[in-house]
């Protein structure tokens, strides 16, 4: 069953990721490194080191979207731009679920990316034709 679960996502393109805040920690699958452009030999993933990786504005969105969680315990979805080792910029999609215990304390957050990229690009280029080509009814 793992192996249909890691075959479904390699197929999906969908790389997964968990965070524990209260040691910090920050795992994160073996797609989401190469989503990322990175070489799991050589980053560790935490918070800041996700950051640095973002766009500027992305990078305030996902603290805030963070913060937000573990203050009330909901899980968000969106996109994110990054900007991989090799240069390249990517945006990605995902979703984020929160875990709590009998308590309500979080003690874990799980979440999904996927490189939405060409999808997003061929919206631009839609949007821009229907721009310069309005219908006529």
Known sequence: MQKRLVDAQRL????FWSYRPQTDT??????????????PKSFAPTLEGLFALL???DAEQMRARIDRALATGQGW???L???????????????AEVECD???NVVLIRGIRQDVTELRRSE??????????PRFV
């Open 26 to 39: 920050l795992e994160w699958s073996d797609l989401l490194y190469e989503l990322y452009g990175l070489d």
């Open 81 to 95: 731009r990054i900007q991989r080792v090799d240069g390249e910029e990517r945006a990605l999609q995902g979703n």
């Open 124 to 133: 631009q280029l839609l949007r821009e034709a229907e721009e310069q080509f």
């Open 102 to 104: 009998e308590d309500g």
């Open 55 to 57: 766009d500027p504005v």
């Open 12 to 15: 999906a393109r969908v790389g």
């Open 77 to 79: 979805q969106g996109d």
